[in-house]
C-alpha cells in the first residue's frame, strides 16, 4: 500500500498542476473537431519542421506531397494521432493520472532511444498548435487549456530527454 501513496505522490509531483474538468473538456471538444484528419495533422508538422520528417527512417529525404498520400503515412499518422487521442479521453479525471504518467513516461523513452530532443518536441507542438488554432474553434480559453495539457505532458516526456 504504501507503494501505491509513493507512486500517486509521484506522479501529482511530475504533473503538479492537472488540467481542470473544464480544460479537459476544451482540449477534447476541439481535438474532436480534428482527430480524423490524421494524414493532414502530420503533413502539417512534416511541412513546417522538415528536420522531424527527417527523424522518420521511410519518410526522411522524400518529397512530402508524394509521401503523404501512401499507406505507410496514413498508417503512421494514425498512430500518432490515436496515441493523442487516448492520452485526451484519460485527460480531466484525475483517477486516470497515473495511467497518463505511465503512457508519456514511455512516450519520453521512446523518443530519447530514437534521438529525438526536447527542441524536436517543442517544434511538433508549435505546428500541432498552429493546425489546431487554424481548424477548430479557437479562443483564449482554449488555447490556454491546450498549452496545461502540452506543458502537462512535455514536463513528464522530458524527464528523460535531455536538453
Not at 12 to 34: F, M, R
Not at 37 to 42: A, K, M, S, T, Y
Amino acid at each position: 500500500m504504501k507503494f501505491f501513496a509513493v507512486l500517486a505522490l509521484c506522479i501529482v509531483g511530475a504533473i503538479a498542476h492537472p488540467l481542470t474538468s473544464d480544460e479537459a473538456n476544451l482540449v477534447k471538444s476541439s481535438w474532436n473537431q480534428v482527430k480524423h484528419n490524421e494524414v493532414d495533422i502530420l503533413a502539417a508538422v512534416f511541412k513546417a519542421y522538415p528536420d522531424i520528417q527527417a527523424k522518420f527512417p521511410q519518410f526522411a529525404g522524400k518529397d512530402l506531397d508524394s509521401i503523404k498520400t501512401s499507406g505507410q503515412f496514413a498508417t503512421h499518422a494514425t498512430r500518432i494521432v490515436s496515441f493523442l487521442s487516448e492520452l485526451i479521453a484519460l485527460s480531466g479525471n484525475e483517477a486516470n493520472l497515473s495511467a497518463v504518467y505511465g503512457l508519456v513516461k514511455k512516450l519520453g523513452v521512446d523518443h530519447k532511444n530514437r534521438g529525438i530532443t526536447q527542441g524536436q518536441f517543442n517544434e511538433f507542438k508549435t505546428a500541432l498548435i498552429s493546425y489546431l488554432s487554424s481548424h477548430v474553434s479557437w479562443g483564449d480559453n482554449v488555447a490556454a487549456a491546450w498549452e496545461h495539457a502540452l506543458e502537462n505532458t512535455y514536463t513528464v516526456a522530458f524527464e528523460v530527454i535531455p536538453a
